[in-house]
């Protein structure tokens, strides 16, 4: 019978549940509907948006607290793992291998010491002050469901009050479901009335409690951290000084190009422009070094007194500006125009017949000289009336005459040539040039370049930024393909390439 009993009470309990969940159901209907009207507290719901802005806040701070911890765990083990490889490579017999065993004992202390400080201190406290948020939150919501009660209690006890054939008993029982459910509602909603705003202040002390805490464990962390640091390195710096005849030079990274470079760079190629006819060969087939005597004009190096100011220092070759390659290849030399024995000719040679030499980058001598066969008759003939109008007894030296002719040019292009070419090429467009070596970039704006690769060359955007011994270009294949500058374009040491055209 009791258990029957305790079944009934359950069901009639569940029943009970479930008739309240759908008068709130319709009561909340009703008002959106605007037939109903609600029971509003602006200063509790400005209260209730505080909260959930704490809430956001204070749950965010704990995940970053969190990330933050993981990451003083890593760099834990990173530390922990790059002073084992210390203690691995120091030598039984050097000095100081006592002193830096209790140096990384000591820093993997120093390490778990702040990682368990920052849980006790900080995150702890974190959890602690989250931790009374759930129930708050929970009694707002019962908060809520208790004002939707009294609400239906009302409208309902107001419309049997105004119905036209009125049942006292009903009123009655009304009214006292009424007073309960404004009981209820009023006890909650006084209590959240006094702890929301006292939890929102609050807010304030623990933010400053919570990172005072982190920043002191960090600055004490930090003292301790460099007091093994600068006990690390005394110890190094015996040990270096024991050593110090077989220590490793370290070259210094290259530096960028300064104002005072500039400035410098200019001095050197005004003070340098006689000495550039003395050109060093080019480099021969198998890439093998040129050891001639020009080798240090042709880089452009600078004597010790070609410098302005005596604490300036001594500029540096193109490719000691850039890093290149382990063993780069000599620096290309422009062709220049050769005078041979057989193009020095006399006026009042008998046999004067001009051999024409057109040397230029872009046509070989060859085809200069079978060019010049057929004008070797009008040449020849010019030159004897010359001959006819001197003193045919005169042995007086004049100086002799270097007949070299050059291809007609139109608009800037050789006559005969293709002049439409330049309209495919990329704004800018100089020249191009043929690469004769590889060339690995080292930066991210270099161009890696491969044996007989094709480079159009153009300008540099600001002039300033152009280094000596650098040039600006796009592969043509890129070209031909993207048509995209900004995405292709490079710097290459010109030294690496031969111009085609």
């Not at 600068?230 to 015996?238: E, K, P, T």
């Not at 760079?265 to 480099?283: E, F, G, I, L």
């Not at 000691?320 to 057989?342: D, F, H, W």
């Amino acid at each position: 019978m009791a258990e029957l009993g305790s079944k009934g009470v359950t069901a009639g309990k569940i029943a009970s549940n479930v008739q309240k969940k759908l008068t709130r159901a319709q009561e909340k209907v009703l008002q959106k509907l605007g037939k109903a009207d609600e029971t509003k507290d602006e200063q509790f719901e400005q209260c209730v948006q505080n909260f959930n802005k704490q809430l956001s806040e204070g749950t965010r701070l704990q995940k970053d607290l969190r990330t933050y911890l993981a990451s003083v765990k890593a760099m834990h083990e990173a530390s922990k793992k790059l002073t084992e490889c210390l203690q691995e490579v120091y030598e039984p017999d050097w000095p100081g291998r006592d002193d830096t065993n209790k140096i990384a004992e000591n820093n993997d202390l120093l390490w778990t010491d702040f990682h368990q400080k920052l849980v006790d201190q900080a995150l702890l406290t974190m959890d602690t002050y989250l931790g009374q948020f759930p129930d708050i939150k929970s009694r707002i919501a019962k908060r809520g469901r208790k004002l939707v009660d009294y609400d239906s209690a009302r409208h309902h006890f107001e419309a049997l009050q105004t119905a036209k054939k009125k049942d006292e008993t009903k009123i009655a029982k009304a009214e006292e479901e009424l007073v309960k459910a404004q009981k209820v509602f009023e006890e909650m909603n006084v209590d959240l009335q006094e702890e929301l705003p006292s939890l929102w202040n609050s807010r304030v002390g623990f933010y400053v409690n919570t990172f005072q805490s982190i920043a002191g464990l960090e600055e004490n962390f930090h003292k301790e951290m460099s007091k093994l640091n600068q006990n690390l390195h005394d110890v190094l710096l015996g040990l270096d000084k024991q050593y110090s005849g077989n220590a490793l030079p370290v070259k210094a990274q290259p530096r960028k190009k300064t104002k005072l470079f500039a400035r410098l760079r200019k001095k050197m190629s005004s003070d340098s422009t006689p000495a550039k006819a003395n050109k060093s060969p080019s480099p021969p087939p198998d890439g093998s070094p040129i050891t001639s005597p020009e080798t240090k004009t042709a880089n452009h190096e600078l004597e010790p007194s070609t410098l302005e100011a005596p604490g300036a220092s001594i500029p540096k070759s193109p490719s000691q500006l850039r890093k290149g390659p382990p063993v780069p290849p000599p620096p290309k030399v422009t062709p220049s125009k050769e005078i041979k024995q057989e193009n020095i000719i006399s006026l009042f040679d008998d046999n004067f017949v001009p051999e024409i030499s057109v040397t230029t980058p872009s046509q070989p001598a060859e085809a200069a000289r079978a060019g010049a066969e057929a004008a070797g008759s009008e040449a020849a003939a010019g030159a004897e009336a010359s001959k006819t109008e001197a003193d045919s007894g005169s042995q007086s030296s004049l100086p002799a005459v270097v007949v070299e002719t050059f291809p007609a040019t139109v608009n800037g292009t050789v006559e005969g040539g293709a002049s439409s070419e330049r309209a495919d090429m990329p704004p800018g467009f100089l020249f191009k040039v043929q690469a004769m070596h590889d060339y690995t970039a080292t930066d991210t704006d270099e161009l890696q370049l491969k044996a007989g690769d094709v480079v159009l060359v153009i300008p540099f955007e600001n002039p300033e930024e152009q280094d000596e011994g650098w040039l600006m270009g796009v592969k043509e294949s890129d070209w031909i393909q993207h048509k995209e500058l900004d995405q292709c374009r490079g710097v290459f040491p010109e030294n690496f390439t031969e111009r085609v055209q």
